[in-house]
């Protein structure tokens, strides 16, 4: 892990670019340590786009909370190499969207399942070298992006102790097993209008996590209108948890 | 509206006794006034068995959100005349569920709809009495209880701003065609596992509310399981609205 760039975002917080092997990433420490880690997760649409969000969740987690906050590029966007079986998957899903058809079951494993099998050990290297670092403690939290990634994360990664998910993607059907064996604290948000998310799916993949507390936070709007209400609570879940 | 006793909780809050006619209730106040009232719904089991709960919210409202609280007996529970018609359906209720079977609309209608249509009247008598008090301002939120009489009372009630619903009792078809009316801000607490609640009729009755904004929360676990952060993200909900 080489540290690239800082910039103190306020006195508060200290925001640091790195590089992991090939993969970029971002992490923001609080004033005091060591902190708490909360991993952001995010769509596959690139750190430098995403970055205004993944900012202002990580500055108020370290303002608020004194949580550490840490994300790295997914395999695939930003300025990472492309693979053609995702390129294939993603213009099958656009052309099935265009015309309005159901996006099969092909389709859907072909877009997520490489993804997980490719980022979730580039996250499990991330949180090596994050937690080796004097200022970042644990536990663990996981927050947001592709949803499949932070269950398969949640049932393979036993430093990740508490988890909250946006079932905002689709979910490829094997994930649904994988659901079952999820047994760490989850808070799942849910847009209740999301144009592109099958509500009875994220209701199903809901009633399968195996965990013993979960809580579904269904909020009426698109896939973009989550109430930032849902930031604070979400940060809360999370001072619960992670002690 | 005669107050018939009164005790301090703790310094800040302030418990009276009252009736309304042959209505008992209860008001509890803060030491700040005028204070934005908070009508906390109940199932029909009398206040009696109730207060615990109800006395605990109404002084965490009070101590922390300055918040007056205030609630009524239901018609047919506590003190308060049964009628026959109440009695035979809560009866027919019981053998059905204790047989295993499945309860029917009839059932439902008759438990519920009489209980709605007594109740709403009495609850609103009870918010001209208590807006009449120099100590309670407004706006009103509504939560808890029978969601059936919550959802009416958002509809008929314009002085209901926003309200808390718990939908964990049993609701006529009838109401449906109510909740689309409904516009009010919303916030749906639901119990994944309540034993005696339908959860397909609870996530439909959600869709159905036809107000802009609106939170289902679903947790984990049974009918009496709700988590104590709901209860204190619900205040939050309530200090959004009630300014």
């Given at each position: 892990?080489?540290?690239?760039?800082?910039?103190?975002?306020?006195?508060a917080v200290?925001?640091?670019?790195?590089?992991?092997?090939?993969?970029?990433?971002?992490l923001w420490t609080p004033a005091s340590a060591p902190a708490p880690l909360i991993l952001i997760?995010?769509?596959?649409?690139?750190?430098?786009?995403?970055?205004?969000?993944?900012?202002?969740r990580a500055?108020y987690y370290a303002a608020e909370y004194g949580f550490a906050a840490a994300t790295?590029?997914?395999?695939?966007?930003?300025?990472?190499?492309?693979?053609?079986?995702?390129?294939?998957?993603?213009?099958?899903?656009?052309?099935?969207?265009?015309?309005?058809?159901?996006?099969?079951?092909?389709?859907?494993?072909?877009?997520?399942?490489?993804?997980?099998?490719?980022?979730?050990?580039?996250?499990?290297?991330?949180l090596?070298?994050l937690l080796s670092l004097p200022e970042i403690g644990g536990p663990v939290g996981f927050e947001?992006?592709?949803?499949?990634?932070?269950?398969?994360?949640?049932?393979?990664e036993?430093r990740v102790a508490v988890a909250g998910?946006?079932?905002?993607?689709?979910?490829?059907?094997?994930?649904?097993?994988?659901?079952?064996?999820?047994?760490i604290p989850?808070?799942?948000?849910?847009?209740?209008?999301?144009?592109?998310?099958?509500?009875?799916?994220?209701?199903?993949?809901?009633?399968?996590?195996?965990?013993?507390?979960?809580?579904?936070?269904?909020?009426?709007?698109?896939?973009?209108?989550?109430?930032?209400?849902?930031?604070?609570?979400g940060a809360r879940f999370f001072a619960r948890h992670l002690k």
């Open positions: 892990m080489h540290f690239t760039s800082e910039q103190r975002l306020d006195d200290l925001e640091r670019a790195f590089t992991l092997g090939e993969i970029p990433g971002l997760g995010h769509p596959p649409l690139g750190l430098r786009k995403m970055y205004p969000r993944l900012a202002g500055r790295i590029e997914l395999p695939g966007s930003g300025e990472r190499p492309r693979w053609a079986a995702a390129e294939r998957a993603r213009a099958d899903l656009r052309r099935a969207m265009e015309a309005g058809e159901p996006v099969g079951d092909e389709i859907v494993d072909a877009l997520v399942l490489p993804l997980v099998e490719k980022a979730v050990p580039e996250w499990q290297a991330a090596d070298a947001g992006g592709v949803i499949s990634i932070g269950v398969r994360l949640a049932v393979v036993p998910f946006f079932a905002g993607s689709f979910v490829p059907a094997a994930m649904f097993e994988e659901a079952r064996q999820v047994t989850l808070r799942v948000l849910l847009q209740w209008d999301d144009e592109g998310n099958d509500r009875q799916a994220a209701l199903d993949l809901f009633d399968a996590f195996g965990s013993k507390e979960k809580s579904l936070h269904a909020n009426l709007g698109g896939h973009t209108g989550v109430p930032r209400s849902e930031m604070e609570d």
